[in-house]
DNA sequence: ACCTGAACACCGTTCAAGT
DNA sequence: ACCTGAACACCGTTCAAGT
């Protein structure tokens, strides 16, 4: 009753472009990349498939939107909260990231798709203003802040990956266990570096390296725990 | 007349899944992601496309199939070349990615869809066989490795990206141009620094970054240009 | 063992038609 | 301006049947 509709008043909850995206990040979340379907879309809407692309056109342009949409909201904030200490602002946006690819695991796919999507400007833009406040001098600022977000969007495909094709309760050690064995015995004449590491990473007892901003997790990334002392 | 057949000797090219990855790398090269079916390769293959499956079981086996095929043929030798010279020998790989993604973008996409793929593995051997040969200590080797890796992934899929949407014929500083001129009309309440980046995005001219591994080439990266000066 | 092609259950996109 | 649903031209995958 608060809002005075004008005109036709269809529905009393009208199709929105908001409404469409929120319930394709549903769709997405629950039955991944292949279940994000327009037909379903509009089952979960109540509508006709066709009125949706009335307001969405495409797929791409969908799928562009949700990523948009979950990256705004994991980055926002996380980078604003704290001026006086910028490198943990930076691993902050990368802690948002990596969770909000826990819980929707199809954006880490997405954020490689499309170059300087609207989705990276966040991220860029955290990184970039927290690089100043570290004192980066500003002709690097640029590279530095491109390195960086180069270096997120790679692991953040692997991670993505990772979750998406491991069964969800799969455990961390055991997977690391098994992708060992196979290391393991592949050919020592051409892959002696990675047969070697078989053992790193099966039991890597370190603690994580400088440059993982992942938190710990699930199946956090692939590689660095700290189970065992 | 050189191989004796035993058996059926069905057609005088056996449909080999060499023969079947070859072809869909054609496809791929000329058509896009979107451009492989089975149909279309059954057609170029003149068979039945049920016949393919036989071989070859999913598109998803094919696309990874693929994507080990031009990883492999990119980075060995590569990687191997020179001994004396670790670092030189890494800009080789990461080059050697780059022209193959130049020539074969769907790579760059395919490379960040499944964790730890084989098509990573030449990859990940050549760079950390070269931070052995540059005296990076033992521990440290794995953790570095990963993350050169994680990084060129990214840059790989950014890379990629801007290939496959752009136009082949795109003139490199126009498109910055353009995107300068985006960034330009952000917010500046909430995108200072990506603002402030579009004047570097639109005439850097300094040279390329150290950490970027893309020789001059048609649109190489979106970033760093060797013109003028 | 290898190949064929029909059949199935879907897709995204378009579009004339309604309100 | 917004919505509907039929129609179109595809997909990947399965599978009984052939050689």
Chains 1, 2 share one sequence.
């Not at 826990?102 to 609207?118: F, I, K, N």
Request: with cysteine.
């Amino acid at each position: 009753m608060a809002k005075t509709t004008r005109g036709s008043e269809r529905r009393a909850d009208a199709l929105t472009r908001e409404r469409i995206v929120e319930a394709a990040i549903g769709l997405l979340d629950a039955q991944g990349e292949a279940g994000l379907t327009f037909r379903a879309l509009a089952a979960r809407l109540e509508t006709g498939h066709g009125a949706i692309q009335w307001h969405v056109a495409n797929k791409g342009e969908l799928l562009k939107a949700a990523t948009e949409d979950v990256i705004a909201r994991a980055v926002t904030g996380a980078g604003v909260v704290d001026d006086a200490r910028p490198r943990e602002a930076i691993r902050g946006i990368a802690s948002g990231m990596f969770e909000a690819i826990d819980a929707h695991p199809w954006v880490g796919a997405e954020l490689s798709r499309e170059p300087w999507q609207s989705a990276l400007l966040p991220i860029f833009e955290g990184v970039g203003g927290q690089l100043q406040a570290l004192g980066v001098p500003g002709p690097a600022q640029f590279d530095c802040a491109s390195a960086i977000l180069s270096y997120l969007l790679g692991l953040a495909g692997q991670y993505a990956a990772g979750i998406r094709l491991l069964p969800r309760d799969t455990d961390r050690s055991a997977f690391l266990g098994t992708l060992a064995a196979q290391w393991e015995q592949l050919d020592p004449a051409r892959y002696p570096f990675t047969r070697q590491s078989a053992t790193r990473l099966r039991d890597g007892r370190r603690g994580r390296a400088r440059g993982s901003p992942t938190r710990r997790r699930r199946t956090d990334s692939l590689r660095g725990n700290s189970a065992a002392s």
